[in-house]
């Protein structure tokens, strides 16, 4: 069957993982012999001109709308309205309330995208979630999970090089995130600085993401240096590759987020051979499986422990590698490809409701 799918999204980025979804699914949609448009509300000037603006987005009756909705969307609710065939996949939006003290901008846009959220998926011919998590919090029909694409990492360091471990007295904690309230950069600061103290004191923590302002940003930064000195490290606006070369020079990836729809960043340290440590929030411990460990504890010398005996046990490490590998054969790219391929004919082969 031959379609014209037409992708929305809110905001098109050259860093956003929305964005790169968009246009990964695009590609596919070429492979398919699919036409259709990818169009977005706010556009950065980097993306060049693979986005169209939403207003200008003139859909055909027979037409199908595949929407990635992660925020708040002006125009999107009247245009789902208006139109018979729709594929709604939510991102899972934040709770503003993370973000009132820090950017209330932000935290009005994250109210109004989760109070538009359950009006837009209603809307929607079909609806899925991007893990079973967000589907049941926003009453999603299915799953389409992230579209993680192992080739565009490159290859990972041997399991010979995983094996040799930290020193013993060192090590780099990663994480990679977006710089958020939610994200407890503060919490993983803290637990890094437990970890040396107590365990080794020549540990060390690298942090990877743009801040949600140039404010949060600081302050993160400034009680890292106050906490680890010349053991923290904060890098933004990476490249793919200087990104992978990140994944390969660390230890062990460490997420205390505290909200997440999925949480890309943990495939990725699969990936990479990473051992992962955390908090279960959210989809952390749907995407993780029984491949990482987590804890609910607030203690964050719990936390500060877990990440010693990863970096102290070789045979951990292996087995959590293993477990890490079988998890990304569970979130195959040809797997997610086909269940959003599935949904977008049955959006397609659905006769148009009467509204």
């Not at 996949?89 to 109210?111: S, V």
């Not at 360091?157 to 977006?178: H, N």
């Amino acid at each position: 069957m031959s379609l014209v799918v037409h992708q929305v999204i809110g905001g098109a980025g050259p860093f956003d993982a929305i964005t790169t979804q968009a246009l990964r699914f695009r590609r596919l949609f070429d492979e398919w012999g699919w036409g259709g448009k990818d169009a977005a509300v706010h556009i950065d000037p980097r993306v060049g001109d693979r986005f169209m603006p939403l207003r200008a987005l003139a859909p055909a009756p027979a037409d199908v709308l595949f929407v990635q909705y992660s925020a708040y969307t002006p125009g999107l609710s009247e245009l789902l309205l208006g139109h018979p065939r729709s594929l709604v996949l939510c991102q899972n939006i934040t709770p503003p309330e993370w973000f009132w003290a820090y950017d209330p901008l932000t935290a009005m846009q994250c109210y109004l995208g989760r109070s538009e959220a359950r009006r837009i998926i209603a809307n929607a011919t079909v609806s899925a979630g991007a893990s079973e998590y967000t589907r049941d919090e926003f009453g999603a029909d299915t799953v389409i999970p992230i579209l993680f694409e192992p080739d565009r990492y490159g290859p990972p360091p041997s399991d010979r090089q995983r094996d040799e471990g930290a020193p013993a007295d060192g090590g780099e904690v990663l994480f990679v995130g977006r710089l958020c309230p939610h994200k407890r950069h503060d919490a993983l600061i803290r637990a890094v600085a437990l970890l040396r103290a107590r365990h080794r004191p020549a540990a060390a923590l690298r942090i990877v993401g743009e801040p949600v302002n140039d404010q949060y940003g600081a302050q993160v930064a400034e009680l890292g240096r106050r906490l680890l000195g010349d053991a923290f490290t904060w890098d933004r606006g990476l490249s793919q590759d200087d990104l992978a070369s990140r994944y390969r020079d660390a230890d062990v990836l460490c997420c205390m987020s505290e909200h997440e729809g999925f949480c890309v960043p943990i495939l990725e340290a699969f990936h990479y051979g990473l051992p992962v440590v955390g908090r279960p929030s959210g989809g952390v411990a749907e995407v993780s499986g029984n491949a990482a460990l987590l804890t609910h504890d607030e203690d964050l010398g719990v936390v500060a422990g877990l990440l010693d005996v990863v970096l102290e046990d070789r045979g951990l490490r292996a087995e959590l590698r293993a477990r890490g590998r079988a998890r990304l054969e569970h979130f195959d790219e040809r797997a997610t490809a086909e269940a959003a391929r599935i949904a977008l004919q049955r959006v397609a082969e659905t006769a148009p409701a009467v509204r």
